[in-house]
């Protein structure tokens, strides 16, 4: 086959792989893996190159982290930590909204979105009946702060391990440089979610007593379990936190903690591999062969050309470019296969332009892509399981209705990442007093909003 002949194919298996997907008519693992073996069986791309294109760091990152998050999932922490959050609130749906969220905004940082949302959105429905009131409100933060969380973590949303493990940017890199900003829109979000449905979330004080009544520790299901899933989990995150100082890839990481864990646990192995994931997994074993067909082809490079063209190569300009796209497209679009897609452009337009720090460029797609995912009903796996849950509860809610609540809400998100790329980036340019300054103005007008939302 000649290389004009490559070129169409690969773009034509891309773009209908991509269509499929989006359709949602045939199951997107089915999809990428027909894709993946059209590029072999077409010979656009040989055993080796397969193998090459497979970006098997993220695949051992979730495959680790999905048997831990298996393990410990059996001890009931989960559902503890959600009734807690509840009764600290005393009650109080708005302030039940907000502790809420924030367990799901801060597991989803640690663990993946869907899991999470698997086992806190149970506790939630049964608040809310405890409550008498309609869980809508609750669902919408719960869904919104587990993409947020993702977010602000290596290990939080699939994109993140994706980046991370094409760039050799670490754990810490990701919490120093995404956090803050996370932060500011976590708050902000609960607290215009909180606006939205005030006149909704008000309950009988007798109907706050029940809630008060619930007894947490029953939750607990296996203590010593429990025991032995924190010190491995604590174990783990310490291990990301100096993964890239030790020179250890972030899948060596969570593999050995889940091979530990399973030490300690004496859990059953086959037992343990029902915790994965397989179609996921498989899932990014096709987009990872599909996409590097189109990069083989030299399609990722002509589409970085074009891109650099539009921004004139100029920094800000291509960041903001990068954000906003992202943020649109994943809003509509699985942002995994946009990701892969957008990782080796980047690195095609870092080396065309002569651009040699390209983070600005990376924590611009990490934001739109994983943010971006809150703007629509199918935006994000998240999404779409918390709706089907409902749905199964009796609560069908509709695809506009979620958009005309979540889509402000992401686009407010953006515009304050927005905000914050372009300080990072003079940041960088500036003195540290001068940074050191900005950072506090920062932390001041953080603290004054979080005391307008407990108000």
Request: hydrophobic share 55%.
């Amino acid at each position: 086959m000649s290389e004009s002949s490559q070129v169409i194919f690969a773009t034509a298996i891309f773009l209908i792989t991509y269509a499929v997907i989006v359709t949602e008519k045939i199951h997107r693992t089915v999809v990428a893996l027909v894709g993946a073996s059209l590029m072999a069986l077409t010979k656009i791309l040989g055993l080796e190159q397969i193998v090459e294109a497979i970006d098997f760091n993220t695949i051992g990152l979730l495959v680790g982290m999905m048997i831990i998050v298996g393990i410990t999932k059996q001890t009931g922490i989960f559902e503890y930590l959600a009734i807690k959050a509840a009764k600290s609130s005393r009650g109080e749906p708005i302030k039940i909204i907000a502790a809420l969220s924030l367990i799901t905004a801060i597991l989803s940082a640690f663990l993946d979105n869907v899991t999470t949302v698997l086992l806190i959105v149970p506790v939630t429905f049964a608040i809310a009946r405890q409550l008498e009131l309609n869980p809508l409100p609750f669902l919408i933060s719960e869904i919104i702060a587990s993409n947020i969380g993702g977010t602000a973590t290596l290990i939080g949303d699939p994109p993140n391990i994706m980046i991370g493990s094409a760039t050799g940017l670490g754990f810490m890199d990701f919490v120093f440089n995404l956090t803050p900003v996370i932060i500011v829109i976590y708050i902000l979000t609960i607290f215009f979610i909180q606006i939205i449905y005030r006149r909704q979330l008000v309950a009988r004080p007798e109907l706050k007593d029940n809630i008060m009544e619930i007894n947490e520790k029953d939750e607990i299901k296996d203590q010593k379990l429990l025991n032995k899933c924190l010190i491995v989990l604590f174990l783990t995150v310490l291990g990301f936190v100096l993964h890239q100082y030790v020179h250890l890839e972030s899948s060596v990481i969570a593999l050995s903690g889940a091979s530990l864990l399973l030490l300690v646990t004496m859990s059953d192995p086959e037992h343990a591999l029902y915790a994965v994931e397989w179609p996921v997994i498989f899932f990014f074993v096709g987009l990872f062969v599909v996409v590097g067909a189109l990069e083989k082809v030299g399609v990722i490079e002509a589409m970085a050309k074009w891109s650099l063209d539009v921004t004139g190569g100029i920094m800000v300009p291509t960041a903001m470019l990068i954000l906003w796209l992202s943020a649109i497209a994943s809003a509509f679009v699985d942002n995994i296969p946009f990701v892969a897609t957008m990782i080796p452009l980047i690195q095609d337009m870092g080396r065309l332009g002569g651009i040699a720090d390209l983070n600005l460029l990376w924590w611009s797609l990490s934001l739109g892509a994983c943010l971006g995912g809150n703007g629509t009903a199918i935006g994000a796996s998240a999404n779409v399981v918390v709706l089907g849950i409902a749905e199964k509860e009796g609560l069908h809610i509709s695809f506009v209705n979620y958009m005309k609540i979540a889509f402000p809400l992401m686009l407010t998100s953006i515009v304050v990442s927005t905000g914050y790329l372009l300080l990072w980036y003079l940041f960088h340019s500036m003195s540290m007093l001068a940074t050191l300054g900005i950072a506090v103005v920062l932390a001041i007008l953080s603290k004054l909003i979080f005391k307008m939302l407990n108000k």
